[in-house]
């Protein structure tokens, strides 16, 4: 059976409100960033991300990415996000839906290419290429998180408050 709970209203972040989608956060380097074109075509794309300490996802993209025109085109996308197995009963993860935009160059932008080289230090190898690329913040505003290890089809839904 499904939950749905509302997170602490005191909380400004629903991930950091969350203590199951902190945890599930922390222990992943990439998700799938669902988002659509213009014309309404779905489109995915794998990318790595860093929790901010506001609680949104960042991640680093080129300009001209099909992802990146979109978000252009429409702030609204979905996420996924889980583990690799091959056993349904093994199977941990978490979607999101939510809102999606470039982060302008300044102090906000260089707080997430901290983050950012914080949970991946290798990217200093290639600091121009990162530097020259936009940086995105999601913010979810809901989540379902799942886990087939409580029972097949266990999951627990979160929506922030509007």
């Known amino acids: ?33 669902a988002t659509t074109t213009a014309g309404g075509l ?3 794309a794998p990318v790595f991300f860093a929790a901010a300490a506001d609680g949104s996802l960042v991640f680093v993209s ?20 889980y583990g690799d197995t091959w056993s349904w009963n ?32 290798f990217v200093v190898d290639f600091q121009d290429e990162v530097l020259r690329s936009h940086f995105y913040r999601f913010t979810p505003r809901w989540v379902r998180v799942i886990d087939n290890r409580v029972r097949f089809g266990h999951s627990e839904e979160f929506a922030a408050d509007e």
């Open 90 to 121: 093994e199977i941990v993860g978490m979607q999101m839906e939510g809102s999606v935009s470039a982060i302008p160059a300044g102090a906000e932008r260089d707080a997430a290419w901290e983050t950012y080289k914080a949970k991946f230090p």
């Open 1 to 33: 059976m499904n939950t749905s709970q509302t997170p602490d209203p005191g909380s400004r972040s629903l991930i950091k409100s969350v203590p199951s989608v902190l945890s599930l956060i922390a222990k992943y380097s990439t998700l799938t960033l």
């Open 62 to 81: 080129g300009a001209e990415s099909r992802h990146s025109r979109n978000i252009a085109a429409n702030g609204r996308a979905a996420v996924a996000m």
């Open 42 to 44: 779905p489109q995915a």
